[in-house]
């Protein structure tokens, strides 16, 4: 073997690409280099290190007995760097830092838009990192240390991850303010801080806008359906919670909302949200790091100020 002089951290999220994607075109376009250049990468990592480190007639592409040690080694190294970082952080008393935070776009709209500029006017040196994905790839990406933080919601697959509860969510009906159902429950509400209590069988005749398989409001959908007693309408299908929310402010249909967004949405669009009698079920939302390293002074403070947040929205 040559006299090593690899790039540890670039070997390690190339490599780590590659497992993930299965092959090498697909984690070229993630990591925006072109096919060639990565190929070529792996050719001289293998030629530096005197072994082949892919299988390459495998569909989907394998890593060799050597390159499985490879990957496995350099994640060690990662986390130990990543490791040395926070020490360094803690050691320049938070003047300087950097948290890599894992979320779905929900969360980013949710949680992390009312909370990370407080955050940032408290501790201005502090860099903040938003990487979005499904929840599985944030999960992925908090057990290799990719992220510091990632919020995601129970039960989570990886042994290698620690977490901390933030918040459960109740599932609700979003519908027009004007419709004659809404009207009608609001009229003798008193409890500004609560929502009007409406049997999943009074929406029967009403036409659902619903969010597209794999989507965690979708199988709350798919559990409301099971349990009104005559076949429900479908309208609109959509990938995203907000387009769903605006349709149903057009008064085209009904969505399925949670608590925390329908708290955001309160007065922004022309909603009213109401509470299934039949409670649906939701998991909860929690906040996950990777537990082979202590987290940062930075990224606890954050996760703290995270819980306190999640707690006011609860009392809300």
């Not at 009207?183 to 003798?188: F, I, P, R, S, V």
């Not at 009403?206 to 979708?218: A, D, H, M, S, V």
Request: proline share 4%; glycine share 4%.
């Amino acid at each position: 073997m040559r006299e090593e002089n690899m790039d540890t951290i670039k070997s390690y999220e190339y490599l780590s690409c590659i497992d993930k994607c299965g092959s090498i075109s697909q984690a070229a376009t993630e990591l925006y280099v072109s096919q060639p250049a990565l190929s070529q990468f792996i050719i001289r990592l293998e030629d530096e290190l005197g072994a082949e480190i892919l299988i390459r007639k495998a569909t989907p592409l394998k890593f060799t007995e050597f390159g499985q040690v490879l990957l496995n080694k350099l994640r060690k190294i990662y986390l130990i760097q990543k490791s040395l970082k926070k020490d360094i952080e803690d050691i320049n008393y938070l003047e300087k830092g950097r948290i890599v935070i894992g979320t779905l776009n929900y969360y980013s709209v949710s949680i992390l838009a009312p909370l990370l500029p407080k955050f940032l006017k408290k501790y201005p040196g502090i860099e903040i990192k938003i990487v979005d994905g499904s929840l599985p790839e944030l999960e992925e990406m908090a057990e290799h240390g990719k992220t510091d933080l990632s919020l995601l919601m129970l039960p989570l697959k990886s042994k290698e991850l620690n977490y901390e509860y933030l918040i459960g969510e109740d599932v609700l009906i979003a519908i027009n303010k004007d419709h004659p159902l809404a009207k009608k429950l609001y009229k003798n509400w008193q409890d500004p801080s609560t929502f009007p209590e409406v049997d999943l069988n009074d929406l029967s005749k009403e036409n659902f806008i619903i969010l597209t398989k794999g989507k965690r409001l979708r199988d709350a959908f798919d559990e409301a359906s099971s349990l009104i007693k005559t076949p429900v309408s479908i309208i609109a299908e959509s990938n995203d919670i907000n387009n769903s929310l605006i349709l149903a402010s057009s008064g085209i249909g009904i969505a399925l909302c949670t608590s925390v967004y329908a708290k955001k949405y309160k007065s922004g669009l022309e909603l009213a949200f109401l509470s299934p009698k039949q409670k649906l079920s939701i998991n909860p939302i929690v906040c996950a790091y990777n537990s082979s390293y202590e987290l940062s002074k930075s990224s606890r403070l954050l996760l703290n100020m995270l819980k306190d947040f999640c707690q006011d929205i609860s009392d809300f």
